[in-house]
């Protein structure tokens, strides 16, 4: 039986080298991956214009798929993610047969994909009148907004995710970012939904 261990030939790991290729795309690629986020865009704001009164997170998912598929895209790049309630705080969950209740929270975390590239998309959908709720949905957006900002401007990485934190921190939520349950502010988009190693946020250079 072949083993390397019994061979003069040295083992190398090129996983790390092969992600970090990955990371860079071509003009191509990007004008892909920007086709595939602005289709999944579309698609979600189109579902949520409608009225979706009486269904369940699985038929919200299914009609955002369907807008997905009328722009000759996949609504696969992952599981489609349409979580109701208290479960919108628990990200990457399931999507189940609850009947929606807009008087809560809904989030949606959608990707389409466009000729082999993936689109990530998430958003907080609320009705509500609660202002604790709408203040938490406000200061994300808004740490959203100045990171970006940050991002495009100075192509910064750690800078713009130290600024999305001072934003959270600076209206009170800063023991409850996203940092406290492990995510980062971002990841990179390719062939897959995660293409890369790094987060964002762990990067100077963008």
């Not at 690629?29 to 579309?42: D, G, N, P, S």
């Not at 299914?62 to 009328?70: C, D, M, N, S, Y």
């Not at 189940?96 to 389409?112: E, Q, R, W």
């Amino acid at each position: 039986m072949f083993s390397f261990e019994k061979t003069a030939y040295e083992k190398f790991n090129f996983t790390k080298s092969f992600l970090e290729i990955r990371e860079k795309k071509d003009e191509q690629e990007v004008k892909l991956i920007k086709t595939a986020q602005e289709i999944t865009k579309k698609a979600v704001v189109q579902v949520l214009e409608t009225d979706l009164r009486g269904l369940t997170e699985n038929q919200i998912a299914g009609r955002i798929e369907t807008k997905a598929r009328e722009q000759n895209a996949s609504l696969d790049s992952f599981t489609p993610l349409v979580q109701n309630g208290e479960r919108s705080a628990a990200w990457h969950n399931s999507t189940t047969n609850h009947v929606v209740d807009f008087s809560k929270p809904l989030l949606i975390d959608v990707g389409a994909k466009y000729d082999f590239y993936c689109a990530d998309y998430t958003t907080m959908f609320y009705e509500g009148s609660d202002k604790e709720v709408k203040d938490a949905i406000a200061a994300v957006k808004e740490s959203q907004v100045q990171s970006q900002r940050i991002a495009e401007r100075e192509k910064n990485g750690k800078k713009a995710g130290e600024v999305a934190l001072q934003v959270l921190r600076d209206y009170g939520y800063g023991e409850y970012t996203h940092v406290d349950v492990g995510l980062g502010l971002g990841h990179g988009v390719g062939l897959e939904v995660h293409d890369g190693w790094r987060s964002i946020n762990s990067v100077e250079k963008l």
